[in-house]
């Protein structure tokens, strides 16, 4: 682990030169989850943080089954900023096992838990076991846009071509 990113001090560099972001982050059961792994990028070029499993025992998920699965954790992100929620490439190659809602966004203002909801698209049951990482999280800039309704929009080649339209 980067002694920069660990638990005392959980930031990360936005890659603007003088810019770092600081991502708060609680142990929502410090006492019962002091044992689970704390989110952490696993390689200097990482985007994503790992998230583990904060269940209490292991967890079978058959397949087509969906679960919230807690992580122990609560975040304030910065104003300006959000959360994704996205699945790890290796369980979803190895396992088929991934997020129902991909990315999941996680809003600068919320504060409650953190929970990721898996769906195992796999042909096997996938058992999980505490502190399993689970999910990834990144943090990105966002905007709030100033909305104008309008009776026309600009033209564009595509105009309305909606799925499907460019071919495979």
Same mark, same amino acid.
């Given at each position: @682990? ?24 609680? !142990? ?13 990028? @696993? ?86 076991? !505490? ?38």
């Amino acid at each position: @682990m980067n002694p920069s990113l660990g638990p005392d001090r959980p930031s990360f560099e936005s890659g603007r030169e003088g810019e770092t972001v600081i991502l708060r982050i609680r !142990r929502l059961n410090p006492e019962r989850d002091r044992d689970l792994p704390f989110p952490e990028y @696993m390689s200097p070029g990482a985007s994503g943080l790992d998230l583990p499993a904060a269940i209490e025992t292991d967890l079978v998920l058959a397949p087509g089954d969906i679960r919230l699965i807690p992580t122990g954790l609560a975040l304030a992100i910065p104003l300006g900023y959000e959360g994704q929620v996205r699945p790890r490439s290796g369980l979803a190659l190895k396992h088929g096992i991934g997020l129902i809602n991909s990315p999941g966004t996680i809003d600068s203002d919320y504060r409650g838990e953190i929970g990721i909801a898996l769906i195992n698209l796999g042909p096997k049951p996938f058992t999980l076991h !505490r502190g399993d990482r689970i999910a990834q999280l990144v943090i990105n800039r966002v905007y709030q846009t100033a909305i104008r309704l309008v009776e026309d929009l600009d033209q564009t080649e595509r105009g309305d071509g909606g799925f499907g339209h460019s071919g495979i």
